[in-house]
């Protein structure tokens, strides 16, 4: 199945600092999704990407769907401390039948320092 | 924005017992929702695709007598986990598919003892 690699696994930065992350896949994708994860929650949606070089911004959030359709990043400027959780990207193929399921990465855990 | 419901949050369970997990989609109607199985520090891992109306579709290696997916309504899925065991605790999430993406239950966290 669909495979998406996520980077860095995690990041410990000072508060005010900019942070930048992001996923790659061996298959294109269509939709690329950006998620944060705090602890004992589900994940709540960041920003939807649909189309290929889609640049999105939410308040200090930035994401991008890369133009090969392969890879997405996400940015976040001038990091508070409530940035603090674990980042998923996620997508959605249109291989063979999974239209609607999702694919994550494996995520990554942000630290920010006061 | 969409709001997916799911209940209960925290649940404890002896081994051997079934037990429920609901999760709805309050403003919305959502032919298909999924479940998905969290790891303390892992991804989000598919169990099941839930289709309103018909049978669910289970990811490999998933038992499907073990975790019963019902979708009996267009706000409405349930997961119930059969004979649990221990090896069953884990944080597990539903979500649910809309216009603009994909929406997520706040998670239930079940612990078998």
């Known amino acids: 199945g669909q495979q998406l690699n996520q980077s860095p696994q995690s990041m410990f930065i000072q508060e005010g600092e900019d942070v930048s992350m992001n996923c790659t896949s061996s298959?294109?994708?269509?939709?690329w999704l950006w998620y944060k994860q705090d602890p004992g929650e589900g994940p709540v949606l960041l920003i939807a990407l649909y189309k290929a070089g889609e640049l999105t911004s939410n308040g200090r959030l930035t994401a991008q769907f890369g133009i090969t359709r392969k890879d997405s990043f996400l940015n976040i400027s001038a990091s508070i401390p409530s940035d603090v959780g674990i980042y998923f990207c996620a997508g959605t193929t249109n291989s063979g039948g999974s239209n609607y399921k999702l694919t994550f990465g494996k995520g990554t855990l942000l630290t920010v320092n006061p | 924005g969409a709001v997916v419901s799911q209940h209960p949050s925290r649940v404890i369970c002896k081994s051997g017992t079934s037990v429920k997990i609901e999760c709805r989609s309050l403003?919305?109607?959502?032919?298909?929702m999924f479940w998905y199985r969290q790891f303390p520090k892992k991804s989000l891992m598919l169990m099941a695709t839930s289709n309103e109306g018909s049978k669910a579709t289970y990811e490999q290696g998933v038992e499907k007598d073990k975790f019963l997916i019902n979708h009996a309504s267009l706000t409405l899925s349930t997961l119930t986990v059969t004979s649990a065991h221990p090896e069953d605790s884990s944080f597990y999430i539903c979500?649910?598919?809309?216009?603009?993406?994909?929406?997520f239950g706040s998670g239930t966290r079940l612990t078998v003892v």
């Open positions: 403003d919305f109607q959502a032919t298909t």
């Open positions: 298959s294109i994708f269509n939709t």
């Open positions: 979500s649910a598919r809309e216009d603009y993406g994909y929406t």
